[in-house]
């Protein structure tokens, strides 16, 4: 029996973020995986060969057996998720996009190129309209839609209902970013076990600059940045999954504790509404207990699509502080972008 599923391949099918595209899409509602791409030293061997799983879950069998492709647009299926590094998807993905495919992408590569919507579903969904502008989707019905950084991720949903209700003025984060972040083999034992590292090369630009990109607004053509003013400081820690981020913020109107949490926990989840099956219930879930989240205990909230939020309290030097807690490899990478493609499917862009 044919399956009314829409077939879908992986570039990069090989990397920690690809593997989280085989385990996402596994029992996917909507999607099936039907084409594997990495470069040529995976190339030509079965799946099951060319990488070893590293997550929790065993490796679908069907999956296992089918070949990896050469990362080329000849042959590959009209929805492609792209988990490959910026050089190299600065390359690769807009020859699927020339193609007519519609190029999900998980790389910094052209988030910030003006006509790329760079979207959270819960933030910034209407940004998908400067796909109309995209010279791929004019000539060839292909395009490419990005998602964030995998810290900028965590920071943003939950910023969304402040800016919202009450505007942002300034924002001073510091991060504690796992080492799956880094890929595979990411960051030598050596280096990391039993330190910290207060570099991750572009980081603290990327997030600065997608921050303003996601929680600004969408203009005709293009997106005009939000105004606040932001430092980010980034370090990667010994953790396995999931970005800590201790965030700082001054509001352009002044909100209690108790207006700051209603808009926190009220913030809706706008694609669960739509029906979008990888959208969480809550987008935040705010952690009362004085010292959570903590990645080791609440990384895999809502399947590892929510972002925990705690300890909101006065600040000292700017007017509110809070924790937050995203899953890197899903809500920073696989599982935004399958929400992504899943917006895309219920705003008619994969028909
Ligand atoms: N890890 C995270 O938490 C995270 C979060 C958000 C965004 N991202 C972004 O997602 C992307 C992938 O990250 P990752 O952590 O999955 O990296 P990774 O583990 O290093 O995987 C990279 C993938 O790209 C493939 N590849 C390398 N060179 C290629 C080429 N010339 N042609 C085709 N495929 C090639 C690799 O194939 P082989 O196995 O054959 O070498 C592998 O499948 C990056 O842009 C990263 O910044 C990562």
Same mark, same amino acid.
């Given at each position: ?18 593997? $989280?595209?085989?385990?996402?899409? +596994? ?9 594997? /791409? ?7 061997? !079965? ?7 590293? %997550? *929790?879950?065993?490796?679908? @069998?069907?999956? $296992?057996?089918?070949?990896?492709? !050469?990362?080329? !647009? ?9 988990? %490959?590094?910026? /050089?190299?998807?600065?390359? #690769? ?9 519609? =190029? ?23 940004? #998908? ?8 989707? *004019? ?34 984060? @510091? ?8 890929? &595979?083999?990411?960051?030598?034992? #050596? ?6 590292? !207060?570099?991750?090369? *572009?980081? +603290?630009? *990327?997030?600065?600059?997608? @921050? ?26 010994? =953790? ?68 925990? =939020?705690? $300890?909101?309290?006065?600040?000292? =030097? ?24 899943? %917006?895309?499917?219920?705003?008619? &862009? #994969?028909?």
């Amino acid at each position: 029996m044919m399956s009314s599923k829409i077939p879908v391949g992986i570039l990069g099918a090989t990397g920690v973020v690809g593997q $989280r595209f085989i385990q996402l899409l +596994e029992a996917h509602p909507w999607f099936e995986i039907a084409w594997l /791409a990495a470069s040529d030293r995976s190339e030509g061997k !079965p799946y099951g060969e060319a990488t070893g799983l590293r %997550l *929790k879950t065993p490796m679908p @069998t069907h999956v $296992r057996d089918m070949m990896v492709l !050469p990362a080329l !647009p000849d042959g590959a299926p009209k929805v492609i998720f792209a988990a %490959l590094d910026a /050089a190299i998807a600065r390359e #690769l993905e807009p020859q699927f996009a020339a193609a007519g495919c519609a =190029v999900v992408s998980n790389s910094s590569a052209f988030r910030m190129q003006p006509d790329v919507p760079l979207v959270i579903p819960e933030v910034n969904g209407d940004h #998908l309209k400067l796909l109309e502008c995209q010279t791929w989707r *004019k000539q060839s019905g292909g395009y490419i839609v990005t998602n964030p950084n995998c810290s900028a991720i965590g920071l943003v949903v939950a910023l969304a209902p402040l800016h919202r209700q009450f505007g942002i003025d300034s924002i001073f984060v @510091t991060t504690m970013q796992a080492v799956s972040g880094a890929g &595979y083999p990411g960051v030598a034992s #050596l280096d990391i076990l039993g330190n910290v590292i !207060p570099y991750i090369a *572009k980081e +603290e630009e *990327k997030m600065e600059e997608e @921050t303003r990109k996601l929680l600004g607004t969408l203009n005709g053509g293009s997106v005009v940045d939000a105004a606040f003013r932001m430092t980010a400081h980034c370090n990667r820690v010994a =953790v396995e999954d999931g970005h800590t981020e201790s965030v700082s913020v001054k509001l352009n109107q002044p909100a209690n504790h108790d207006a700051i949490l209603a808009a926190l926990t009220g913030f809706k989840s706008v694609p669960h509404e739509l029906g979008c099956p990888s959208a969480p219930e809550q987008a935040i879930a705010y952690d009362f207990a004085a010292d959570r989240p903590q990645p080791r205990f609440d990384v895999d909230r809502g399947e590892g699509m929510t972002v925990s =939020v705690g $300890r909101l309290r006065p600040c000292g =030097v700017l007017d509110w502080k809070f924790t937050v807690l995203s899953h890197n490899t899903i809500r920073g990478a696989a599982g935004a972008a399958l929400l992504n493609a899943e %917006l895309l499917k219920v705003q008619g &862009y #994969l028909s």
